[in-house]
């Protein structure tokens, strides 16, 4: 067992209201210069819709991610043959018309223009050539829309979704929509790792951040290509090539990265997990049915003994470990099994998890015509007599999962590889919840709802104040735990990331293709 930390992070979608916040902080401290206008490390994104990138999840079109060839993965649009094959001409790479030209606006023109008949207007001019230009899009161009044609509408994970319930999606009195944020997941199997002909890109052996070391970075753009999510970015000023790196200059003095800390919501929580290093072949290569099962069983239980002591041997500090038992993503994620990973079936293995949202919850829908759904419930009912799903008092105040304006299909796509059970097991814990804290405040719950509902869903009272304390309550402390530094650790760092011979140019050095650590 070759225990080892991560920092993780989990976001609660169900709390996110779409303010960019988070995307302005992180720009103004990371991405405000030359070369990197166009790039938004932290983006959010209006799910449905394309996001940032356009069609960044269909890897028919960039092939990003690790693909499973039997009993083996290999990087889909990239690795050591297919790199030295394109690495003059890569036709999969994004273009900026797939994030979007970056633009501001002559200012200057509402105060110096010369009296005139006419109101002068500020144009907007492209931050790449200083030129006038017709805005087109953005990086979340269809925000709050949720249904137009040239964006929600060409999601990738609608497809398998039936005409009918597309068509559901974007009726005018059912029409729904939510918030994707989105930062590098910083992978136990990072494909951008082992695309890198430079050897450029490393993982960090004290808490799992991947980074880019800009000096022997050549600009291949490979790592562009073989991440999934298009979160590695080139600087067409410099010629390196960039990502999030997690604010670790932050996390180092205890601070929480600038996208967390700033969050409106408080969406966002950070700890530490510990992890089984030898499972990662094991779990990447996995059938798809199985890859958020097995992700979730290489999770270790920090306050299991052998653990402690097979972390310690492999030299994760006591505060390592210590944090790993306060971190309040371990509980989102393994103690309560409410959160999910982004598209694990890139088998990337994303140490970023969601909170899938419960929603919409109105707070009353009498006035709405739904015979239609009450003779499905009828029928439902007969079928299950006993489940607390159909109770009539449940349906006036929640609806029901099943009949939600989000297809269980389309959240499954998002976040389970299609497994609509695990999406179904998440949302029924996160009503069950809701209906524990109606009863408790408002009281009008039916009797026995409540106590159905954490027998179905294997909760108790005090998870569910657990959970509500978390989601609601939290203080600073509760959300972000953060290990302290242990820089002696980073001579590992320094090790991996020195000078080697044919560590630059057309030689990759040797380890790094097609592996993910």
């Known amino acids: 067992m070759d225990v080892r930390s991560q920092i993780s992070m989990v976001f609660h979608l169900d709390k996110c209201i779409g303010c960019h916040t988070c995307s302005v902080a992180c720009k103004n401290i990371w991405t405000d210069r030359k070369g990197a206008e166009y790039m938004w490390w932290n983006n959010v994104e209006t799910k449905p819709g394309t996001g940032y990138p356009g069609k960044w999840e269909d890897q ?3 092939k990003g991610g690790w693909e499973k060839d039997g009993e083996k993965i290999h990087l ?11 690495i003059f001409h890569n036709p999969r790479l994004p273009v900026i018309d797939d994030y979007y030209e970056p633009f501001t606006y002559k200012y200057l023109d509402l105060i110096e223009s010369p009296a005139g008949d006419d109101q002068p207007t500020a144009r907007p001019i492209s931050m790449i ?24 509408r060409n ?18 009195e059912r029409m729904a929509f939510f918030y994707l944020p989105r930062i590098c997941n910083h992978c136990l199997n990072p494909a951008c790792i082992a695309s890198c002909p430079s050897g450029a890109i490393y993982k960090r052996g004290e808490d799992g951040i991947v980074l880019i070391n800009q000096e022997k970075c050549r600009g291949w753009r490979m790592c562009v290509t073989a991440c999934p999510y298009k979160k590695t970015y080139y600087n067409w000023s410099t010629g390196k090539s960039e990502k ?17 800390h700033s969050c409106v919501g408080r969406i966002r929580y950070l700890g530490v997990l510990l992890y089984d290093a030898d499972q990662i072949k094991a779990v990447a290569s996995a059938d798809e049915a199985d890859l958020v099962s097995r992700q979730m069983d290489m999770i270790l239980d920090p306050f299991d003994p052998e653990v402690i002591a097979a972390a310690k041997k492999n030299g994760v500090a006591d505060s390592t470990i210590q944090a790993a038992q306060k971190s309040p993503t371990y509980k989102f994620i393994k103690d309560w099994n409410l959160a999910l990973p982004l598209h694990p079936e890139f088998r990337t293995l994303p140490m970023l998890f969601y909170v899938p949202p419960l929603l919409p919850v109105m707070a009353s829908v009498s006035n709405v015509d739904h015979t239609a759904q009450s003779e499905k419930l009828n029928a439902m009912a007969k079928q299950w007599p006993d489940s607390w799903l159909y109770d009539t008092s449940t349906k006036e105040l929640f609806g029901t999962i099943d009949d939600a304006r989000f297809p269980l299909q389309y959240m499954a796509n998002l976040f389970s590889a299609g ?4 999406i179904s097991d998440r949302l029924k814990k996160l009503m069950a919840v809701r209906l524990y804290r109606r009863q408790e405040t408002v009281g009008d ?8 509902a954490l027998k179905d869903t294997g909760l108790t009272p005090e998870l569910v104040e657990g959970i509500y304390y978390l989601t609601s309550l939290a203080k600073f402390d509760d959300r972000f735990v953060i290990p302290a530094a242990h820089r002696e650790q980073a001579i590992e760092l320094l090790e991996f990331t020195g ?14 293709a097609e592996r993910g650590v």
């Open 155 to 172: 999601d990738p994970n609608l497809e398998e979704l039936s005409p009918a319930e597309q068509e559901a999606m974007f009726q005018l």
């Open 499 to 512: 000078d080697a011979k044919g560590s630059t140019g057309f030689g990759f050095k040797s380890g790094s």
């Open 76 to 86: 889909k649009g990239a690795g050591k043959p297919k790199s030295l094959t394109n």
């Open 419 to 422: 497994n609509t059970t695990a």
């Open 445 to 452: 719950v039916k009797e026995g709802t409540v106590e159905a």
């Open 129 to 152: 050539t200083g030129e006038p230009m017709d805005i087109k899009m953005g990086p979340n161009w269809d925000d709050d829309l949720s249904g137009s044609p040239d964006y929600a």
């Open 244 to 260: 999030c790196i997690l604010c670790y200059p932050r996390l180092e003095s205890g601070q929480a990265p600038a996208c967390m």
């Open 60 to 62: 028919e079109i960039y």
